[in-house]
Antibody, heavy 123, light 113 residues
Framework: QLQLQESGPGLVKPSETLSLNCSVSGGPIVSGASHWGWVRQPPGKGLEWIGTIYWSGTTYYNPSLKSRVSISVDTSNNQFSLRLTSVTAADTAVYYC???????????????WGQGALVIVSS | DIVMTQSPDSLAVSLGERATINCKSSQSVLHNSQSKNNLAWYQQKPGQPPKLLIYWASSRESGVPDRFSGSGSGTDFTLTISSLQTEDVAVYYCQQYYSSPWTFGQGTRVEVK
């Protein structure tokens, strides 16, 4: 059973960089069947897709965040990471990592999720 | 961006009764070459991550009870819970993955009447 777990600082100062890791267990991150993604959810609000990465490094980003976001993969440690620069209070959210089935499967849906990591942006 | 609009925002249904949630996309999410609608439904309970229920608009994810069903095509979709159980109390989201950025509806809260 695939499991994902987010980790990283729960408090980030405005204008600084948010960094989170997602550790994948129960299966390899290097898999033709999987892409890996990040989704966030501000407290009490809806879901926003941030971006997706393939083990080879190919990335897909939400244009609304593209100038500030970077997703990378560490195949040796079976994990992938999120960096979001120049954060403001509007970036306060629960950040989820998730698996995205590769084409021709339901590319774009998210079938395995981490429990989420709350990141608060505050001085 | 494709805007996903769910209705209603919330609904209260008696146990054992049918719950119906609608989702409308601002443009078609039907992938003609695949003849599939790029639409998913998720269930989110308090303090938990979303759980994938339905993909390709009507394909049930493994392990999801068959009281959950998805239907629709093009721009109009429906999630139906045929007989509401206590454990189905949650917020439900639709999501399109037809084009980037993948976008979600605002959510529909389902409660027991």
């Amino acid at each position: 059973q695939l499991q994902l777990q987010e980790s990283g600082p729960g408090l980030v100062k405005p204008s600084e960089t948010l960094s989170l890791n997602c550790s994948v267990s129960g299966g390899p991150i290097v898999s033709g069947a999987s892409h890996w993604g990040w989704v966030r959810q501000p407290p009490g609000k809806g879901l926003e897709w941030i971006g997706t990465i393939y083990w080879s490094g190919t990335t897909y980003y939400n244009p609304s965040l593209k100038s500030r976001v970077s997703i990378s993969v560490d195949t040796s440690n079976n994990q992938f990471s999120l960096r979001l620069t120049s954060v403001t209070a509007a970036d306060t959210a629960v950040y989820y990592c998730a698996r995205v089935p590769s084409p021709p499967s339901s590319w774009g849906s998210l079938d395995y999720w981490g429990q989420g990591a709350l990141v608060i942006v505050s001085s | 961006d494709i805007v996903m609009t769910q209705s209603p925002d919330s609904l209260a249904v008696s146990l054992g009764e049918r719950a119906t949630i609608n989702c409308k996309s601002s443009q078609s999410v039907l992938h003609n070459s695949q003849s599939k609608n790029n639409l998913a439904w998720y269930q989110q309970k308090p303090g938990q991550p979303p759980k994938l229920l339905i993909y390709w608009a009507s394909s049930r994810e493994s392990g999801v009870p068959d009281r959950f069903s998805g239907s629709g095509s093009g721009t109009d979709f429906t999630l139906t819970i045929s007989s509401l159980q206590t454990e189905d109390v949650a917020v439900y989201y639709c999501q399109q993955y037809y084009s980037s950025p993948w976008t979600f509806g605002q959510g529909t809260r389902v409660e027991v009447k």
